[in-house]
């Protein structure tokens, strides 16, 4: 796969993850585009750490209107009812619980829901942002990213970098499958057909514990 078919595969699988009426933050990066297939029947309140809950899509090209933007200073849209605030009025939402799932980008996460996501080494970085508060305040939080970066490992024993958050993370969502979280390790729960367990495992340094009723990922 491509990097576009990759990010699509990623971003249509979350989407499936959405229940009507709930209230959703999406991380900078590749969760912005979930948005694009969330299904019909599913309607859901995109919240902005930045200060906005109703959010909508990307606006169509030359109708940007600079007071709306998201967490990461692209320009979206919003729907009917929607409502701006402060940042304190957003955390609060987000620390008070009010959040129901929250999807993130990861650079590393490990076997025990550990997440880093903020620094690379050597590069300058803008800071955590409101992944700290996120990851904490959510109810579930799913990373949706790719599964290695540049061949590297991004699915961990153990994280290297340092962390967001200890052991919050609840499910992770690449372009190879489905993984959930528990207190036995990593399971996988759902594999792209284009793949074998093998294959994911191989990409995977963590020790993946394989479901027995592992299915077809849903894209």
């Not at 750490?49 to 200073?73: K, R, T």
């Not at 799932?101 to 955590?128: C, H, R, S, Y």
């Not at 759902?190 to 367990?197: D, G, L, M």
Request: glycine letters at 10%.
């Amino acid at each position: 796969m491509d990097k576009q078919q990759i990010r699509e595969v990623i971003a249509k699988r979350s989407a499936l993850e959405l229940k009507d009426g709930d209230v959703v933050n999406l991380g900078i990066g590749l969760p912005t585009f979930i948005p694009a297939y969330i299904p019909e029947n599913v309607n859901v309140i995109l919240q902005s750490e930045n200060g906005m809950l109703g959010m909508g899509p990307a606006p169509a090209p030359g109708e940007e209107d600079c007071n709306f933007i998201n967490a990461g200073g692209a320009h979206v849209t919003h729907i009917q009812g929607a409502s701006s605030f402060d940042s304190a009025t957003s955390f609060a939402i987000i620390r008070g619980g009010h959040v129901d799932v929250t999807f993130l980008g990861a650079l590393q996460v490990d076997e025990k829901g550990n997440l880093a996501n903020w620094i690379i080494p050597g590069k300058k970085t803008p800071g955590m942002g409101g992944a700290m508060d996120l990851i904490v305040g959510a109810k579930k939080v799913i990373l949706s990213m790719e599964h290695t970066a540049r061949g590297n490992h991004k699915i961990m024993k153990e994280c290297t970098l340092p962390l967001t958050a200890a052991g919050q993370v609840d499910m992770i969502i690449t372009e190879m499958g489905v993984m959930e979280i528990t207190e036995n390790g990593i399971v996988l729960k759902e594999i792209h057909p284009e793949y074998t367990v093998e294959q994911v495992q191989e990409a995977t340094e963590a020790k993946l514990i394989i479901a027995d009723d592992l299915k077809k990922m849903s894209i």
